[in-house]
């Protein structure tokens, strides 16, 4: 389909090119010595035919293009047709692992960037997706790709971004609406993250969303040359569960003060008619409903970061409730789950489990954090500032060992308060249409809970 593809449209970005080269001719005299490095992170190989198309954007400057690739999809790269775009064009292959970011880090950090006044990072991002909602913006199919290049590589833009970056005035330019800053609960793991390197960031910092922008490279190489980092260090693409290193240090490169940042101005009317709808999103978004609670950073990132939900305190029983078996995948109560069998005793069974969830990348458990844990509830009392979460059909979604802990110790009939949360999704509409007694017996059949 029409807005599936990438397009080169090359005619009518042809004339728009001359037309915004003819208004910014001053400028274009003013920086045509300018040095300017684009790394290019090439993981979609049909994007290439839209890409080049603003590459020839920077006709009119001193340019070098190089661009990463992953190894193994080495074949699948028409490098004929790239060398024939730009014949001095340096590419470098790299494991499939940290996304575009840690191509990035490496290939500059392999460069004299001194050689250059401003550098461009891009990636070919995918149109294949239906929405996106993030940071409180709405992206359709291709939305995402062109508001990343129209907003430092596009005609309109161009040329003030150079002028600008290559100043002493700006640090650093994208499209304005991507310049954002973190939900608290990404702010944390970032932070903490960085920490553990020694690197800093500020509390209320904010970077550039999809990580496609023009710095300086004075300021790029300041920051660069403060990581120190090496490639098996990152996760394979795509990481699993988690924010992943690649994430962090995303923030990190392209992070900078609001008054060094210049924006641009991109995709307007197609913002401005979506205003509506993105309201709508995030009135129901977990981000806005769930906010309030006190829910760890990792599991919030990982469950309902960008998601739409609401929750709803309610007291339970706890012998009604229980988890989705990961072995077996059907309902298992709480007293027959492994974290309560520990409490009675079976400690190698809990040792088996903690090594299935190392095994699969599942969160890590250990007895020693267990043990901890139940030491701490026995000391200062169970915590009700963290709920324990928990989806329809009363199953546990992060808790389980503190649901257990209480059980234990309070009978399976003791009554607590717990948060549920409902995922606003197709289930969800799908449960308001279908009658409830033929969901009840998917639920029977597939879980085997009611």
Not at 63 to 87: G, H, M
Not at 110 to 128: A, E, R, W
Not at 188 to 210: P, Q, T
Not at 336 to 344: G, M, R, V
Request: with cysteine.
């Amino acid at each position: 389909m029409f807005y599936k593809k990438y397009h080169m449209f090359a005619i009518r970005r042809y004339l728009k090119r001359k037309l915004y080269q003819r208004k910014n001719k001053k400028l274009v005299r003013k920086n045509k010595n300018k040095k300017i490095l684009v790394v290019l992170h090439l993981f979609y190989q049909n994007s290439w035919i839209e890409i080049k198309e603003y590459l020839k954007n920077l006709d009119n400057y001193d340019w070098q293009l190089v661009i990463t690739y992953p190894k193994s999809l080495e074949n699948k790269f028409d490098f004929k047709d790239i060398r024939k775009f730009k014949a001095d064009t340096k590419m470098i292959g790299y494991e499939n692992k940290g996304y575009d970011v840690a191509p990035f880090i490496f290939a500059v950090k392999s460069m004299d960037l001194g050689k250059y006044d401003v550098v461009f990072k891009i990636q070919s991002k995918g149109i294949g997706r239906k929405k996106i909602f993030i940071y409180k913006q709405l992206f359709f199919y291709r939305d995402w790709f062109l508001n990343l290049f129209e907003g430092i590589l596009g005609a309109k833009n161009i040329d003030r971004v150079i002028d600008c970056v290559s100043s002493d005035e700006y640090d650093m330019s994208a499209a304005s609406n991507l310049f954002v800053s973190d939900p608290v609960h990404k702010k944390h793991i970032v932070k903490g993250n960085l920490e553990k390197r020694d690197l800093s960031i500020d509390k209320k910092y904010h970077f550039v969303a999809g990580t496609c922008f023009a710095i300086s490279s004075s300021f790029l190489q300041k920051n660069i040359n403060s990581i120190h980092v090496e490639m098996k260090e990152f996760k394979k693409t795509p990481s699993t569960r988690g924010m992943s290193l690649a994430h962090v240090l995303e923030r990190y490169i392209s992070t900078c003060n609001e008054e060094r940042f210049y924006g641009t101005n991109v995709m307007s009317i197609r913002r401005f008619l979506k205003k509506p709808l993105e309201k709508i999103y995030y009135n129901l978004s977990t981000e806005k409903n769930l906010k309030q609670y006190n829910i760890n950073d990792q599991f919030f990132f990982s469950e309902f970061d960008n998601r739409m939900g609401i929750g709803v305190e309610k007291e339970v029983i706890l012998g009604n409730l229980g988890v989705i078996s990961a072995i077996t995948n059907r309902f298992q109560p709480i007293e027959e789950t492994i974290p309560y069998q520990y409490l009675e005793g079976n400690v190698d069974l809990y040792e088996k489990y903690a090594e299935f969830h190392k095994k699969n990348n599942y969160p890590l458990m250990t007895t020693d954090r267990f043990d901890n844990l139940i030491e701490s509830v026995k000391i200062h009392g169970y915590d009700s500032s963290f709920p324990i979460i928990i989806h329809e059909g009363n199953v546990i979604m992060d808790g389980q060992h503190r649901a257990c802990i209480e059980a234990y110790n309070n009978g399976l009939d003791f009554k607590m308060k717990v948060l549920q949360v409902t995922m606003i999704n197709k289930r969800w509409l799908l449960k308001i249409i279908i009658p409830k007694f033929i969901l009840k017996k998917y639920h029977q059949k597939k879980f085997g809970y009611s």
